[in-house]
């Protein structure tokens, strides 16, 4: 299967079915003329030219000031990329390396770049054949784009660098020759094209938001099982409070709550209890706010990789070339803090019920879960691990785009620090589904502690399906490989839609 590349906006719902799909990319006829026009008049306009043209005939950043001779223009771009390359650290995931192909693809097909045809033809052949390159995680300040990453991502197409080919890391060289590929000349502007720009920053967002939408509705399954296990009460999720404060996020999980828990036996008995503790009581709040708050990231993200992102742009049809800001992440360094922060709370909220499900303060349920506790610890350390994440979620939440260090002698003086943004971002989700996980395996002990009542049909499903992988426990085992095997429940499993009229 094929996906063209166009003027048509990149969703998330297509990136997704790119990656799950395996899809291959080509361009479509509109950005191939896109992309030869605007090269075009590029190349008119330096011949036909005197005044100097920033990254274009000068040097870059600070070094502005610097003009350089056209017979050099090449030699410039290629110095561009090798001396930027200088991302270090932790390597970054395939699948958003893949990311930040598509997107830089993408960009540039939208012809107000200057690339050649060949370029980006090279960047889809590199995701077509997943020769990914080998990129690190630190080194962006978010601002003149994601200039250390981006260039370690394309020092590639000029035979420079490592890349994962075949499950190995190899000399991009070495792939190149072996593939028949060419080294890139790259002309004009091509340099500071592919690496001016926030791709490094839309990839780690799109990764963790297409994460984030599976997790909120997994937030709201697992809450609900808990609620049902804690012999909890479905007054506060009733659509007469919801509309008395009607944010939409709290709308949907009380509606979606109510759902989960159509024909419980569980809500069928009295109940002893008048009001339930917050992280119960206060699920519709606290989870709708959180996808209030996606949903507002998401439009920023969704925004931003359907935008030129690189410098300067070119304006073809108005004669115009103008070095301007676009590369600026503050928008992604806000709106990553922030969702951040938001899904965080999925994960605080999440590690309460755990505890009150094990806590013994509902004498309904044995003290941590198991029988012969004393002599079992049972699911004591499991809520130790999530509290420990939780804690760690709120270090990490710390916002980075309150952050700036000038840099190109002072050229670039105010920074997003977007790139750790971007990062940090990914981790916390990460954390959120371990914590869910872990969740999720105490609800489920406690649901089958008091068998032969059941819950709702769907969450009788959801756990018949868990129980595939994460057994019930009697007594004492090893509790780190039901963690592991819960949290590969969440990643990979699917789950039915679930609606209520």
Request: some cysteine; charged content about 20%.
């Amino acid at each position: 299967m094929i996906h063209y590349i166009s003027s048509h906006r990149l969703t998330f719902e297509i990136i997704e079915d790119i990656l799950k799909n395996d899809y291959k990319l080509a361009l479509s006829k509109e950005s191939r003329q896109l992309i030869v026009d605007c090269k075009e008049y590029l190349d008119n306009k330096i011949k036909n030219t005197d005044h100097p043209i920033y990254g274009i005939t000068t040097g870059f950043g600070s070094l502005c000031k610097i003009s350089i001779p056209k017979e050099d223009l090449s030699r410039l771009q290629a110095n561009l990329v090798m001396s930027h390359a200088c991302s270090v650290g932790v390597p970054v995931a395939k699948d958003i390396v893949k990311l930040m192909l598509l997107l830089k693809a993408h960009a540039l097909s939208l012809g107000k770049s200057g690339v050649q045809l060949a370029t980006v033809e090279r960047i889809i052949a590199m995701f077509n054949n997943d020769v990914l390159p080998v990129v690190r995680e630190q080194g962006s300040l978010g601002a003149s784009g994601d200039l250390a990453p981006l260039a370690n991502l394309f020092l590639p197409l000029i035979g420079e660098g490592e890349v994962y080919y075949k499950g190995e890391i190899c000399d991009a060289k070495e792939v190149n020759q072996l593939l028949g590929w060419q080294p890139i000349t790259l002309g004009a502007k091509e340099g500071l094209a592919l690496l001016n720009g926030t791709q490094f920053m839309s990839s780690h967002a799109v990764y963790a938001l297409l994460h984030i939408f599976k997790l909120v509705k997994y937030a709201d399954i697992i809450g609900a099982l808990s609620l049902d296990a804690y012999d909890g009460r479905l007054d506060p999720f009733m659509p007469q409070v919801q509309a008395a404060r009607p944010h939409p996020g709290q709308i949907e999980t009380a509606r979606n709550v109510m759902a989960l828990l159509e024909g419980s036996e569980f809500q069928n008995k009295k109940k002893k209890y008048l009001q339930d503790p917050y992280s119960f009581r206060c699920m519709p709040q606290v989870h709708g706010a959180t996808k209030d708050a996606v949903m507002y990231a998401a439009s920023v993200v969704d925004r931003e990789i359907n935008s030129v992102t690189d410098n300067p742009t070119i304006f073809a049809d108005d004669d115009m070339i103008i070095s301007g800001g676009n590369f600026h992440g503050q928008p992604l360094a806000l709106a990553l803090d922030f969702v951040s922060i938001a899904v965080a709370e999925l994960a605080s909220i999440s590690e309460r019920r755990t505890y009150r499900l094990l806590s013994g303060d509902r004498k309904h349920l044995p003290e941590f879960l198991v029988a012969n506790p004393g002599l079992n610890s049972g699911f004591m350390i499991p809520q130790y691990a999530a509290a420990a994440i939780v804690s760690q979620n709120k270090q990490l939440c710390t916002p980075c785009s309150v952050d700036s260090i000038p840099s190109s002698n002072e050229q670039e003086d105010h920074v997003s620090m977007g790139g750790n943004a971007a990062t940090k971002t990914v981790r916390v989700v990460e954390n959120v589904e371990k914590v869910l996980a872990i969740e999720l395996m105490n609800a489920a002990q406690a649901i089958d502690l008091q068998r032969p009542v059941k819950t709702s049909p769907y969450l009788e499903k959801f756990l018949a399906d868990f129980r595939l992988v994460v057994p019930f426990s009697d007594c004492d085992r090893v509790m780190y490989k039901d963690i592991d095997a819960a949290v590969a429940f969440l990643r990979h499993g699917e789950f039915e839609e679930f609606t209520r009229e």
